[in-house]
């Protein structure tokens, strides 16, 4: 019997040996475990900061972005109404201009002298001041109008009477029934 004493010593140190080798060797585990997770949970926070720093930034420029869009919301406004009120301008002066055409033309036929006075060529540097299909509304053409007038292209001298004019002393159109 002392043999199977002995040997159950033996069985149970080896039993506990072999439960404290397999609770090391858990607890070793769960540390390796608690590791690799502590790791992760700080990669993971890492990338949270990082998500949370592009977050910011993209509010900011999502926030400059909306005021620049208000601003060029309030510019294309402001320019509509511009636009609106130089095209009613703009209506303003044809019917202006297509009235004075129509009272000019009739003026022109009233008597003799005025239909004579009417149908008198204008000087070419006149002629293109008053032509506006030529430039078609284009600024840059005023300026080579203006050039060729400074040029001397065909204005006559202060005092000299144009070619082509009606004789001086002729009444202007429109002045024809005054007594």
Do not use: Y
Not at 8 to 19: D, G, P, Y
């Amino acid at each position: 019997m002392s043999w199977i004493r002995d040997n159950l010593k033996w069985l149970a140190v080896l039993v506990c040996s072999l439960l404290a080798a397999g609770a090391g060797f858990t607890i070793w585990q769960q540390q390796s475990d608690n590791t690799k997770l502590t790791q992760q949970l700080t990669a993971s926070n890492t990338q949270r900061d990082l998500l949370t720093g592009q977050l910011k930034t993209a509010e900011t420029t999502i926030s400059t972005q909306s005021g620049q869009i208000l601003a060029l919301v309030e510019l294309n406004r402001q320019q509509s109404a511009d636009v609106a009120a130089q095209l009613q301008r703009l209506d303003t002066i044809t019917r202006n201009a297509t009235a004075r055409a129509v009272k000019l033309e009739a003026i022109t036929h009233e008597d003799e002298a005025a239909r004579i006075w009417g149908d008198t060529r204008l000087p070419d540097s006149v002629a293109s001041l008053l032509d506006n299909t030529a430039s078609g509304g284009d600024p840059a053409s005023q300026a080579d109008r203006d050039a060729g007038l400074r040029a001397g292209s065909g204005v006559p001298d202060p005092g000299q009477s144009p070619a082509g004019q009606p004789p001086a002393g002729t009444k202007p159109a429109g002045h024809a029934r005054s007594t």
